[in-house]
């Protein structure tokens, strides 16, 4: 049997597909002698140049991998692929359809069943067995939607083949640049508006010793980047610090991309984490206002916070702290706190994501309650809740360009403090100036952004005549000039 799995990626996601191999790693394990290919394709590319590959293929079974990002297109696809292909066998999996998996098979009649939670064995027994016993599987029969019982987690996921150990991903491949890892799945938190503890509510570790081969391989060939797919990376700090100890031993030059719990850091993992040229870690807090944190289930404490933060500029990490606009209790205002206690830390970089109210989570099931209000359609974006109207959520949505230009541009970082300190005035108010004084220029192609900073000394003038802080001014400008 001809099997071939797919997706529609991000163009700047990273080139390696994981769950398909790990996919095509089992099926292969349950019966060598099927034929598995995996093609990916991105966002730009056209539909009828992405059917042409997957027809090329000559698959009875195709699966598709289905996020946020690619559902509509997907759904495209596989309408276009039926007409053409009747005979071809769709199946979808991933976390955009396993909580939707009956409204998904209602509406499109193109796919064939969906498998939902981790798919790797409820996939493989599919196709080998069809979909009646196989738990974990939604289908339609007789026109009726059939959901057969849940799947319970994998006990040992280092039953999954190792993608990179068996050959699957060729690292020779120079194309590849960024190569994503787990050495875990699943999460022990339980944040309402995240969907992935729900397929995974437990952690299980990928045996250390699988790791560690697969890190001195995968570090042999020198990619740009590994990057750990796990959901809190030092969620187990004692095994977080042998990780990094075996990323040390076998680098040859990468970057270690992670997402990290801030208040879990000490001076040794930051200083590991130094040494494992971790240059790209992602440290998601999304609100410091308590009533927030509480509705979202998700807790900060905030002198650890700190201590951690403090470990990783000492040795001038770079990392990124996530904050998200529409929350339940979180106000304009209250986001604005957040920013500034935020900034007062000196981080390397602050963002702030739209919530994506996802199927299958418990904030989509109590949006109403906090009148949060959103797209129906993906990627499900709010747009206003009992605590931010409208108009302050597209506020916001200015707010990062202007954290852009003044703080993580570097360019105007250093006069941002100053005028803080000297006038008195919140970072949080200047990135609000900023945004109101840059709306005055039109906007220009790809040079505007240095254009931006050619004008700064006309912002700080601005700045200096809004507080009526005059004497700034010359203070200001010479450090300013500098910078440029
Ligand atoms: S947001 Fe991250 S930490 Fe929270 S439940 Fe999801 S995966 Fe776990």
């Given at each position: 049997m001809k099997i071939l799995l797919s997706s529609v990626c991000?163009?700047?996601?990273?080139?390696?597909q994981l769950s398909l191999y790990y996919l095509k790693g089992y099926i292969l394990k349950s019966n060598p002698s099927f034929e598995v290919s995996i093609h990916c394709f991105t966002e730009n590319q056209s539909v009828p140049a992405i059917l042409r590959k997957i027809i090329e293929a000559k698959a009875q079974v195709i699966g598709f991998s289905c996020y946020l990002w690619n559902i509509k297109k997907t759904l495209h696809i596989c309408r276009r692929l039926k007409e053409i292909r009747p005979g071809v066998k769709i199946i979808l999996g991933g976390p955009e359809v396993s909580p939707r998996a009956e409204e998904i098979l209602a509406q499109e009649k193109a796919v064939d069943a969906v498998v939902r939670g981790e798919g790797e064995e409820s996939f493989a027994q599919f196709i080998q067995?069809?979909?009646?016993?196989?738990?974990?599987i939604s289908f339609r029969k007789d026109k009726k939607i059939v959901n057969t019982a849940d799947r319970p987690l994998?006990?040992?996921?280092?039953?999954?083949?190792?993608p990179y150990l068996n050959g699957?991903?060729?690292?020779?491949?120079?194309?590849?640049?960024d190569v994503p890892l787990e050495t875990m799945r699943g999460c022990s938190f339980r944040c309402g508006y995240c969907y992935y503890h729900k397929n995974f509510p437990y952690v299980r570790y990928f045996p250390l010793s699988r790791v560690e081969k697969e890190l001195r391989l995968i570090l042999s060939h020198k990619p740009h980047e590994v990057y750990l797919?796990?959901?809190?990376?030092?969620?187990n700090p004692q095994r977080a610090k042998k990780i990094l100890k075996m990323f040390i031993r076998y680098n040859r030059g990468s970057n270690l991309h992670v997402e990290l719990k801030?208040?879990?850091?000490?001076e040794e993992m930051a200083r590991l984490l130094c040494q494992a040229n971790a240059y790209n870690i992602e440290i998601g807090i999304?609100?410091?206002?308590p009533r927030t944190l509480k509705a979202i289930n998700r807790t900060l404490d905030k002198a650890r916070f700190r201590k951690g933060i403090r470990a990783l500029n000492k040795l001038k990490l770079y990392y990124e702290i996530q904050l998200i606009d529409v929350?339940?209790?979180?106000?304009y205002e209250g986001l604005k706190n957040s920013l500034d206690w935020l900034y007062s830390l000196h981080p390397a970089k602050v963002v702030i994501f739209r919530l994506a109210v996802l199927a299958g989570t418990a904030l989509r099931e109590e949006a109403a309650d906090f009148g949060i209000e959103y797209d129906?359609?993906?990627?499900?974006?709010?747009?206003?809740s009992n605590a931010m109207n409208e108009a302050e959520v597209k506020k916001i949505e200015k707010f990062s360009y202007a954290m852009d230009r003044?703080?993580?541009?570097?360019?105007?970082q250093k006069t941002l403090f100053a005028f803080k300190k000297n006038a008195g005035v919140k970072i949080s108010t200047i990135l609000e100036d900023w945004a109101a004084w840059e709306s005055r220029f039109k906007r220009r192609p790809a040079d505007y952004p240095e254009f931006l900073n050619r004008k700064s000394p006309m912002f700080l003038a601005y700045l200096c005549r809004r507080y009526a802080k005059a004497a700034l001014y010359e203070k200001l400008l010479p450090g300013l000039l500098k910078g440029r």
């Amino acid at each position: 049997m001809k099997i071939l799995l797919s997706s529609v990626c991000l163009e700047s996601g990273t080139d390696i597909q994981l769950s398909l191999y790990y996919l095509k790693g089992y099926i292969l394990k349950s019966n060598p002698s099927f034929e598995v290919s995996i093609h990916c394709f991105t966002e730009n590319q056209s539909v009828p140049a992405i059917l042409r590959k997957i027809i090329e293929a000559k698959a009875q079974v195709i699966g598709f991998s289905c996020y946020l990002w690619n559902i509509k297109k997907t759904l495209h696809i596989c309408r276009r692929l039926k007409e053409i292909r009747p005979g071809v066998k769709i199946i979808l999996g991933g976390p955009e359809v396993s909580p939707r998996a009956e409204e998904i098979l209602a509406q499109e009649k193109a796919v064939d069943a969906v498998v939902r939670g981790e798919g790797e064995e409820s996939f493989a027994q599919f196709i080998q067995a069809g979909p009646d016993q196989i738990r974990g599987i939604s289908f339609r029969k007789d026109k009726k939607i059939v959901n057969t019982a849940d799947r319970p987690l994998l006990r040992n996921v280092g039953k999954v083949p190792s993608p990179y150990l068996n050959g699957l991903v060729d690292l020779k491949d120079k194309s590849i640049k960024d190569v994503p890892l787990e050495t875990m799945r699943g999460c022990s938190f339980r944040c309402g508006y995240c969907y992935y503890h729900k397929n995974f509510p437990y952690v299980r570790y990928f045996p250390l010793s699988r790791v560690e081969k697969e890190l001195r391989l995968i570090l042999s060939h020198k990619p740009h980047e590994v990057y750990l797919m796990d959901a809190t990376f030092n969620s187990n700090p004692q095994r977080a610090k042998k990780i990094l100890k075996m990323f040390i031993r076998y680098n040859r030059g990468s970057n270690l991309h992670v997402e990290l719990k801030t208040e879990l850091v000490d001076e040794e993992m930051a200083r590991l984490l130094c040494q494992a040229n971790a240059y790209n870690i992602e440290i998601g807090i999304q609100s410091t206002n308590p009533r927030t944190l509480k509705a979202i289930n998700r807790t900060l404490d905030k002198a650890r916070f700190r201590k951690g933060i403090r470990a990783l500029n000492k040795l001038k990490l770079y990392y990124e702290i996530q904050l998200i606009d529409v929350l339940p209790y979180q106000s304009y205002e209250g986001l604005k706190n957040s920013l500034d206690w935020l900034y007062s830390l000196h981080p390397a970089k602050v963002v702030i994501f739209r919530l994506a109210v996802l199927a299958g989570t418990a904030l989509r099931e109590e949006a109403a309650d906090f009148g949060i209000e959103y797209d129906h359609r993906p990627p499900y974006y709010a747009y206003k809740s009992n605590a931010m109207n409208e108009a302050e959520v597209k506020k916001i949505e200015k707010f990062s360009y202007a954290m852009d230009r003044l703080y993580d541009s570097q360019f105007f970082q250093k006069t941002l403090f100053a005028f803080k300190k000297n006038a008195g005035v919140k970072i949080s108010t200047i990135l609000e100036d900023w945004a109101a004084w840059e709306s005055r220029f039109k906007r220009r192609p790809a040079d505007y952004p240095e254009f931006l900073n050619r004008k700064s000394p006309m912002f700080l003038a601005y700045l200096c005549r809004r507080y009526a802080k005059a004497a700034l001014y010359e203070k200001l400008l010479p450090g300013l000039l500098k910078g440029r």
